[in-house]
């Protein structure tokens, strides 16, 4: 998507003066690829999964949130490309703007691709979101290891599902939706966030 297309869709849906969500200049420049999950409580708590993909970030609603159980496949529906700047938002939106609710940075980190073609050599992650199956390493502070996004469904209800790959980091027993529930950026819990929020008015 264009620049300015992705732009406009992105404030399409806001009233900045109304929200604290980053404004968003432009596509931010290519470095390290980063992902972010940002735990929210919209009209659903469900979990922003986003991932840095030429200078924006590509996202996904997680209703269930991301699993480390191999065995677990969690539906991702993906929503509109986000700026980079949108990396470090937590905050609370007002109740009558779109997303509106409590936003955590529940967890972030680096990326890395690790799908191949059959000659070994890296497919670029535009090619496998064209083709609907992404592969990437997740090096953050609660996630760590292999993950799959993978296409099921096209057309004007798309949806992907978010698996995690069967390797040393999986672990059945855990949880980290239920165990991990403060902030990697300041670590507030949900309520922490609203409470300091509801002060600042």
């Known amino acids: 998507m264009a620049n300015k297309e992705f732009l406009e869709t992105y404030h399409k849906k806001r009233d900045f003066d109304m929200s604290s969500e980053p404004f968003g200049e432009s ?5 390290k690829e980063i992902f972010v999950i940002q735990k929210h409580s919209a009209r659903n708590l469900h979990y922003d999964f986003r991932l840095s993909v030429d200078g924006v970030l590509k996202s996904w609603a997680v209703p269930k949130g991301p ?3 191999p065995a677990d496949k969690r539906l991702a529906i993906p929503t509109e490309d986000h700026p980079m700047e949108y990396a470090d938002f937590e905050g609370v939106i007002p109740k ?6 409590t936003v955590m940075l529940w ?3 680096t990326y890395k691709n ?3 073609d059959e000659e070994g050599n890296l497919i670029p992650l535009e090619n496998q979101l064209e083709h609907g199956h ?3 390493n997740l090096n953050g502070k609660k996630l760590k290891g292999g993950f799959s996004l993978i296409r099921f469904e096209k057309g004007k209800d798309e949806k992907w599902l978010l698996k995690k790959d069967n390797d040393e980091d999986a672990d059945a027993r855990k949880n980290p939706t239920s165990t991990e529930n403060k902030s990697v950026l300041t670590g507030r819990t949900m309520n922490q966030i609203k409470k300091d929020s509801e002060k600042e008015d």
Do not use: I, P, R
């Open 107 to 109: 967890d972030a980190g």
């Open 114 to 116: 690790t799908k191949k």
């Open 27 to 31: 596509k931010g420049k290519k470095k």
């Open 67 to 69: 699993s480390t159980n």
């Open 96 to 101: 009558d703007q779109y997303g509106g609710g």
């Open 134 to 136: 992404l592969k990437f």
